[in-house]
C-alpha cells in the first residue's frame, strides 16, 4: 500500500486525535478542508482505510484498568 505524503501526515494526526475537524487538519498541514476531505475519501474508496477499529485508553482519562475478580 503506497500512501503519499499528505496521506501519511493525515494519518499520523488521525492517530493522535481522530475528532479533529477538517478545518483543524487544513491548518496543521498547511492546505483548504476540500483538500483533506478529498484526501479521507481517497483513503476510504481505495480501501486503504475502509475497515478500521478504535482503540480506547482509559489511562489518559486517569482511569487504571484492573482485571475483573474471579
Known amino acids: 500500500m503506497e500512501l503519499n505524503l499528505r496521506q501519511k501526515q493525515l494519518l499520523k494526526l488521525l492517530s493522535i486525535n481522530c475528532r479533529f475537524s477538517n478545518k483543524d487538519m487544513a491548518k496543521s498541514l498547511?492546505?483548504?478542508?476540500?483538500?483533506?476531505?478529498?484526501?479521507?475519501?481517497?483513503?476510504?474508496?481505495?480501501?486503504?482505510?475502509?475497515?478500521?477499529s478504535v482503540q480506547f485508553d482509559y489511562n489518559l482519562l486517569g482511569y487504571l484498568w484492573t482485571a475483573p475478580l474471579k
Open 30 to 52: 498547511h492546505c483548504s478542508e476540500d483538500a483533506i476531505e478529498y484526501q479521507i475519501k481517497k483513503l476510504i474508496y481505495e480501501e486503504k482505510l475502509a475497515s478500521f
